[in-house]
Nanobody, 122 residues
């Protein structure tokens, strides 16, 4: 079974930085895309940033210039470097991955991590 394990959330002051990581493991044939979403109570889950297998990235307007998504293909890991954090960035951040799984029979699935809390507060 494919699993996504997140780490790196926590509490940081406004203007500070934090990096969250997400490692995928299991019967992975190919990771097609990975990304980070966030969700606060009462709001819909929103895309923060994504990166596809070719390396192209996409960011929400609210984080452009402050957040950077990157990927280590050898480790099946995606990172989100968050700089100049603002109180409105406070949320639960979820890792998402589009993965082709299997050995003899290949199937595409979407997976989610368990979420990691990021709190920006003085």
């Amino acid at each position: 079974q494919v699993q996504l394990v997140e780490s790196g959330g926590g509490v940081v002051q406004p203007g500070g930085s934090l990096r969250v990581s997400c490692a995928a493991s299991g019967p992975i044939f190919r990771i097609n895309a990975m990304g980070w979403y966030r969700q606060t109570p009462g709001k819909q889950r929103e895309l923060v940033a994504s990166i596809i297998s070719g390396g192209s990235t996409n960011y929400a307007d609210s984080v452009k210039g402050r957040f950077t998504i990157s990927r280590d293909n050898a480790k099946n890991t995606v990172y989100l470097q968050m700089n100049s954090l603002k109180p409105e960035d406070t949320s639960v951040y979820y890792c998402n991955a589009q993965i082709t799984v299997g050995v003899e029979q290949l199937v595409d699935f979407e997976f989610w991590g368990q979420g990691t809390q990021v709190t920006v507060s003085s």
